[in-house]
C-alpha cells in the first residue's frame, strides 16, 4: 500500500460534503438479551440507505442499522452470532475486548468470509469475565477502516455487579462523511495516511441528539469510541462526571472527572448526576501529531450532544455499594519482558495524485503484518511486561486482542492502582508498559493500531501462546 509524504498531496478528498441536520431525541440501538446462557445473533452485513444525521444516506450496516443492536450478556454466556456478508468485500468479526478464545469459530481475526458467504461465531465468555462494555467490529485486514467508517459496529454490554441507576444509555460515538448523494466520501491519501476522520460526529448514528433528564437522577453512560481514528477526549461541561471504569477495567470507587480520554477503541462507564441546567456533551481537541503538517493530526472540539435537565429534584440517587477491587497482576511474577516498537519507515519514491512522494511502510519494528508470521511467541501460561515505545510522529492507539493488559506504566509515571486497558494510547515519542495476562486462551491472535487505516496498512502483528 503506497504511503507517501503527504506535503506534496492535497489536503481534501474530491467531492461536495453535506452538514448534517442536528437534533432529535438519542435513540438507542435495540437490545438483544441472553436467555438461558445463550444469545443467537442472525447479523447481516450489508449496504443500506437509510437515515444518517437526518438524510438518507447509502451506508454499511448490521441488521440494517447503524450502530448495529446491541447484545447484552453475563459471564459465562456463550454468543452464537451467524454473521452473512451482503457486503461486496470481504470481511469478518471481532468482539472487542472480550477476554475469550482466538481460535476455530471463537474471536478469530484471521476468518475471511467472502460476499455472499457466512459463518458460525461461537464465543463462550468465562464465568468470571469482567463486566463492562465492549464491541464488535468488522477485521478483515485491508477492509477493516472503510468497513467501519461506512457504519459497522455495534456494542455488546457484560452485565452483572453494576451500581444502580435511574437510566441506563449506551453512547456509540462515531464519525463519517458523505457526499451530496448521500454516499460515503471517499478518502484522500493524506486522510488514509493520518487516518482519516468524518466530517459528521454521531452518537448513535444522530447528529448532536438532544438528552432530558431530571435533577437528582443518576443515569450510567457508556461511550464508545468508534471511531475509526478519531480521539475524544469527553467533558460534560456543568455536570458531575464520575468514571466507573474504561475498557474492562474498574476504578475501585467512582472517581470524579472533567474530563476523559478514549482513544479509537476504548471505551468508559460514566455516571452523571444530573444538575439543573442546559449543558453539552463535548469533546475538547486533541492533537494526536501530524508530520509537521498543521492541523492534520487534530481531533478537533465538537458537540456531541445536548443535555436538558429539568423539573423537581427526583432525589432518587442511590448510594454506590462496594465492589470487589481488580486483580493486580504484579502479585504475579513476569516469565519474559520484551519491547515493541510502533514503526513508520520511510521506503522509495512512488507517484501519488498530487505528484511525487515519498513510499512510508507502517509496522511493528520494522516490519509490515503478515498473517503466517508469528511475531511473538508466548510461553503458556506466562505473564509478559511488554513496553511499547512510539519513535514516530504522531499516537498510535495499540490494542492487543484476547489477553488482557494492566498498565504499570505510561511516559515513565508509574500506575498504582490496578488499571486494565485494551487499547492504551501510547504518545508520540512515548512509551507505555504493561503487564500481559496469557494463562488463559491458547492460540494466536493480534496486536495492532486502532487508528484503523494504520492497521490496514500494516500496523498489525501477532502473537501466540499455548
Ligand atoms: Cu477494535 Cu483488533 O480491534
Ligand atoms: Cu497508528
Request: charged share 25%; with cysteine.
Amino acid at each position: 500500500l503506497p504511503w507517501t509524504n503527504p506535503s506534496t498531496w492535497s489536503s481534501t478528498s474530491e467531492g461536495a460534503r453535506v452538514e448534517a441536520v442536528p437534533g432529535g431525541e438519542l435513540l438507542e440501538p435495540e437490545v438483544l438479551r441472553s436467555q438461558d446462557g445463550v444469545l443467537r445473533v442472525d447479523l447481516v452485513a450489508e449496504a443500506r440507505v437509510t437515515e444518517v444525521a437526518g438524510r438518507r444516506a447509502q451506508v454499511l450496516t448490521y441488521n440494517g442499522t447503524l450502530p448495529g443492536q446491541t447484545w447484552q450478556v453475563r459471564p459465562g454466556d456463550r454468543l452464537e452470532v451467524r454473521l452473512r456478508n451482503e457486503l461486496d468485500t470481504a470481511t469478518n468479526m471481532h468482539t472487542h475486548g472480550l477476554v475469550v478464545s482466538p481460535q476455530g469459530n471463537g474471536d478469530n481475526p484471521f476468518i475471511s468470509i467472502a460476499p455472499g458467504e457466512s459463518f458460525d461465531y461461537r464465543i463462550d465468555l468465562p464465568e468470571d469475565h469482567p463486566t463492562g462494555v465492549f464491541w464488535y467490529h468488522p477485521h478483515r485486514h485491508g477492509t477493516v477502516a472503510d468497513q467501519l467508517f461506512g457504519g459497522l459496529y455495534g456494542a455488546i454490554i457484560v452485565t452483572g455487579d453494576e451500581v444502580p441507576v435511574s437510566r441506563d444509555r449506551s453512547l456509540i460515538v462515531s464519525d463519517i462523511s458523505l457526499t451530496t448523494d448521500g454516499t460515503i466520501a471517499p478518502v484522500s491519501a493524506q486522510e488514509v495516511m493520518m487516518g482519516r476522520e468524518g466530517d459528521l460526529v454521531l452518537v448513535n448514528g444522530q447528529h448532536k441528539p438532544r438528552l432530558a433528564a431530571r435533577p437528582g437522577e443518576r443515569e450510567r453512560w457508556r461511550v464508545i469510541n468508534a471511531c475509526t481514528s478519531r480521539y475524544l477526549r469527553l467533558a460534560q461541561p456543568g455536570q458531575d462526571l464520575e468514571l466507573l471504569g474504561v475498557d474492562g477495567g474498574h476504578e475501585p470507587a467512582p472517581r470524579a472527572v472533567d474530563e476523559v480520554l478514549l482513544a479509537p477503541g476504548n471505551r468508559a462507564d460514566l455516571l452523571v448526576t444530573m444538575r439543573n441546567g442546559t449543558s453539552e456533551l463535548r469533546t475538547l481537541g486533541y492533537d494526536r501529531g501530524g508530520m509537521g503538517m498543521m492541523g492534520a493530526g487534530m481531533s478537533g472540539p465538537v458537540t456531541l450532544a445536548t443535555l436538558a435537565v429539568t423539573g423537581q429534584d427526583t432525589g432518587t440517587t442511590r448510594p454506590v455499594p462496594e465492589r470487589t477491587a481488580d486483580p493486580d497482576l504484579r502479585e504475579r511474577p513476569v516469565d519474559r519482558r520484551r519491547e515493541i516498537a510502533f514503526t513508520m519507515t520511510m521506503g522509495g519514491a512512488m507517484m501519488g495524485p498530487g505528484g511525487m512522494g515519498e513510499m512510508m511502510d507502517l509496522g511493528f519494528d520494522g516490519r509490515a503484518f503478515a498473517a503466517d508470521r508469528v511475531d511473538q511467541q508466548v510461553a503458556a501460561g506466562a505473564v509478559e511486561e511488554w513496553t511499547i515505545t512510539n519513535p514516530t510522529p504522531m499516537d498510535h492507539p495499540f490494542h492487543l486482542h484476547v489477553w488482557p493488559m494492566q498498565l504499570i506504566e505510561t511516559d515513565r509515571e508509574p500506575v498504582l492502582e490496578p488499571t486494565w486497558r485494551d487499547v492504551v494510547n501510547v504518545p508520540t515519542q512515548g512509551q507505555v508498559r504493561v503487564l500481559v495476562d496469557f494463562s488463559r486462551h491458547p492460540g494466536r491472535s493480534v496486536y495492532h493500531c486502532h487508528i484503523l487505516d494504520h492497521e490496514d496498512a500494516g500496523m498489525m502483528a501477532t502473537v501466540e501462546t499455548g
